[in-house]
């Protein structure tokens, strides 16, 4: 399953942000980072001064992205038979844990499209504790588990419980560890397959990054067309890359800007971006920032009213022309209102004047695919990332470990795990 990544050095195609050059490899890519603005400062001290300070896992994993989405793409296309898995089933179940599920958020409705099956997203506990409410109830299905470690004691007993009570299922772990417990304990099973992305996506931090954008680029690969999959792949790259090389800084500002309380808002797939975004700012402020992220129109039926003077609003914009007239009424009713601080607006071709605020921050992502929303996850994800370590640098705490009570772990330690008939 070892894919080696192209050495993307050439010109940006028609449409694509221009004047980043692709790295080859992450430690070269770190390397043309340092010196530059408040990524390159932090940067500058060695790899183990960096981990000292305890910053350094999260920076390298955050900043890897754009290299490790080459390599996933290309370790996807190598494998043929990842189609086989889909071959009779007339639904899909994306399931995971934490992180792992608002990665199958992302992934759920773009692979309905493409599939013409229907496609859902549902944690891990949910078909632990109602099984009957969350799986198709006849046919044979695909369930497609996202992991990063593979240890999570529900999805391990999700596994577990399926393969005795649904023999019509049949499953594929897609994970980042291959020392995992999804990755190791089921080979033998004719009805399991098994895909580990490149052991960088096995981020080490507590919180994960390069794991949850891998991820979800890894689950788009089920859609087929693996030569599409991997110009998606080089596009996001390029335009991840100018987001980490160009605007970092001023993320960095937004992050000092005094807010105490963040909403995202996200449509459609997006929706699973924004939960992961105030996720990561959650978690790496140990809770001290509150977070919630909301549909646009969603917002407007009672959470509207969480939007206080000091709240950020952070507002992933549609690319679809209707999605977007009403994410922009909603925006406008925010500016009438004056609820809520400084806005940070994320999309492609975003227009001008899309928010009254002066002090607004517009992250442009270039022109991308049709299907730019199902793209825009994963530039959702890294501004989410970038905002939460400035945010957790700036109140003092350790973004590889910020639960500095153990609160929470980078693993959620064991439970016990109960029958559906009471037993145990």
């Not at 980042?176 to 004719?190: F, I, K, M, V």
């Not at 709240?311 to 007239?325: C, E, I, Q």
């Not at 299907?371 to 989410?384: I, K, N, P, S």
């Amino acid at each position: 399953m070892n894919g080696t990544a192209p050495q993307p050095r050439t010109p940006a195609p028609e449409g694509e942000p221009r004047g980043v050059a692709l790295p080859s490899s992450v430690d070269e890519w770190l390397a043309s980072l340092s010196g530059r603005g408040a990524l390159g400062a932090l940067l500058s001290p060695s790899p183990e001064e960096q981990v000292r300070r305890g910053y350094g896992h999260t920076l390298r994993e955050i900043a890897q992205q754009p290299v490790t989405w080459i390599e996933t793409a290309a370790r996807m296309r190598g494998l043929p038979r990842i189609g086989e898995s889909l071959d009779g089933a007339s639904a899909v179940v994306f399931t995971g844990s934490g992180s792992s599920v608002y990665a199958a958020e992302c992934v759920a409705p773009c692979l309905q499209r493409s599939l013409g099956v229907p496609v859902s997203a549902v944690p891990a506990g949910l078909i632990l504790t109602h099984p009957e409410t969350c799986l198709p109830p006849t046919g044979p299905f695909l369930v497609v588990s996202l992991a990063r470690s593979g240890n999570s004691p529900e999805s391990r007993a999700v596994v577990d419980w399926l393969l005795e009570s649904r023999p019509q299922a049949r499953h594929l772990f897609i994970t980042c560890n291959r020392d995992g417990a999804l990755a190791t304990s089921y080979r033998d099973r004719p009805d399991v397959r098994t895909i580990v992305l490149d052991e960088k996506t096995d981020d080490r931090s507590l919180v994960m990054t390069s794991s949850f954008t891998n991820l979800v680029l890894a689950g788009r690969a089920l859609g087929g067309n693996p030569e599409a999959c991997e110009a998606r792949a080089l596009g996001l790259a390029r335009a991840a890359s100018a987001l980490l090389q160009e605007r970092a800084d001023a993320l960095d500002a937004a992050a000092r800007s005094g807010f105490g309380s963040v909403v995202y808002l996200g449509s459609g797939c997006r929706l699973g971006s924004a939960r992961e975004a105030a996720l990561k700012m959650l978690e790496m402020n140990a809770g001290e920032v509150f977070t919630f992220a909301e549909s646009y129109l969603g917002l407007r039926h009672g959470p509207m009213s969480a939007i206080r003077p000091d709240t950020l609003v952070v507002a992933f914009l549609s690319s679809d022309p209707l999605v977007r007239a009403y994410e922009r009424d909603v925006l406008a009713e925010l500016d009438k209102k004056a609820l809520g601080a400084r806005r940070v607006i994320v999309g492609a071709g975003v227009p001008p004047g899309v928010v009254a605020s002066p002090d607004a921050l517009v992250l442009e992502c270039g022109a991308l695919s049709p299907g730019a929303d199902e793209d825009l996850t994963l530039l959702d994800a890294v501004v989410g990332q970038l905002l939460a370590f400035f945010r957790c640098l700036a109140g003092g705490h350790r973004p590889d470990s910020p639960s500095e009570d153990s609160v929470i772990t980078r693993v959620v330690s064991g439970f016990e795990i109960h029958g559906r008939n009471g037993s145990r």
